[in-house]
């Protein structure tokens, strides 16, 4: 992640650029100037005309409440201009106005939700209640790489982007990565870095069976790269989810619209230095889909339930070469050896847990660190069944 400095805040090209006000962008500023009074009278002449009072203030209510739908209807999104989408969700980017000096000023629409307008270096935006900005004006590659910058000063180190509630919006939200100690994660590691010079990118996948630490060595490996931000997306966020009952490859809910450039402005607004797409086997990913996200990332890291050597039934053999995904490997159990923290459990629990896949047996670890006296040794037990049905024979 880049620090901010003053110089980010020039104004950019488009923001230089001088057009004559459209109607609508001389009459919202007004009807916003009025709208606290009309709010109140549109409430007290309603209030009036119920008690049958004078006549004056159902006008005055009438006049109000039209005062406020036309505004309403100016701020429902346009049809034209440009409609930039945040991955990230909308509070990140109005924190980010607010420390660069923005007039940021919030709204309810009619349809109730809320709309923030926002004034910056002489340039009104819309950031909208779906996570997107709207502009009037046609942007360019300088008004993004500023956004970019603006942004990258508010977001956490490491984040998690996942569809909303409502599925139709993103939220993002700060976490961090584990802590796991491998034998493996470190060799892929070394075999991944010295590919990286030159400002060279790289796409790699790790395959296993479900519960042997693919995700978990994700982090593990994006961690010890340390090559800035880390970006942990929903597999839904970049892909069509897998029709689950036919297995067809029936593409559904896509998430991002507007094509691979949408998806690749999106995520390159993050500021990714290393991006962790896990469960591809999900989803139907395409070959322009891993082409976007290697062109705004230093290293992407791709996980999949896959038997060994059986990569067709997620990504056929065009995928799999150089410069698409570069690199696959198979990621095998760790059985750990009975080091701190795991010399606290007695001889009894740890034979009970020496066998568990690395994922279950790092969850064990932050317990024993954390909240020694609150293992919860049932629950763990219980997920390694679900997952791994047998331990001992499987893994």
């Known amino acids: 992640m880049s620090k901010m400095t003053d ?72 049809t034209g201009g440009t409609v930039i989408q945040l991955l990230c969700g909308r509070g990140y980017m109005l924190e980010a106005f607010r420390k660069a000096g923005a007039n940021v000023r919030s709204y309810e629409a009619q349809n109730g939700m809320e709309v923030s307008e926002v004034t910056i270096h002489g340039m009104t935006m819309r950031v909208l209640a779906d996570n997107s900005i709207y502009m009037a004006d046609r942007v360019d590659d300088a008004f993004y790489e500023w956004l970019r910058q603006l942004l990258d000063t508010e977001l956490p180190p490491v984040i998690e982007v996942r569809p909303d509630a409502s599925g139709d919006s993103y939220t993002a939200v700060p976490t961090e990565l584990t802590m796991l100690r491998s034998v493996q994660g470190p060799k892929i590691l070394s075999q991944t870095l010295p590919m990286l010079n030159n400002n ?16 978990t060595m994700a982090q593990e490996i994006a961690r ?18 897998l029709d689950s009952v036919s297995g067809s490859g029936i593409q559904k809910n896509a998430r991002v619209g507007g094509g691979m450039t949408c998806l690749e402005e999106c995520i390159k607004l993050l500021s990714p230095g290393v991006v962790i797409v896990d469960d591809i086997h999900r989803i139907s990913l395409s070959l322009v889909q891993i082409e976007a996200l290697r062109k705004v990332t230093r290293l992407v890291i791709f996980t999949a339930n896959l038997p060994e050597d059986d990569h067709g039934e997620v990504l056929d053999g065009a995928e799999i070469r150089s410069g698409r995904i570069d690199e696959v490997f198979s990621i095998e159990a760790e059985h750990s050896h009975r080091e701190p923290p795991f010399d606290r459990l007695s001889d009894e629990v740890w034979e009970r847990v020496r066998f568990w896949p690395i994922a279950f047996l790092n969850d064990l670890e932050v317990r024993l660190l954390e909240r020694p006296n609150d293992l919860r040794l049932e629950d763990l037990e219980r997920r390694v069944g679900m997952k791994t049905r047998n331990v001992r024979t499987r893994y």
């Open 224 to 241: 010890l790269a340390n090559l800035g931000r880390v970006v942990r997306l929903a597999s839904t966020v970049i892909g069509h989810e």
């Open 7 to 78: 110089e980010r805040y020039v104004s950019p090209k488009v923001m230089q650029t001088q057009r004559r006000k459209t109607w609508k962008e001389k009459v919202f500023p007004v009807l916003n100037a009025v709208q606290p009074v009309t709010r109140v009278m549109a409430s007290v002449a309603n209030v009036a005309v119920h008690l049958k009072k004078p006549t004056v203030m159902g006008v005055a209510m009438a006049a109000s409440a039209g005062a406020n739908a036309l505004r309403d209807l100016l701020i429902e999104p346009p």
């Open 200 to 215: 060279r990118q790289r796409a790699i996948l790790l395959t296993g069976v479900p519960g042997v630490g693919k995700s």
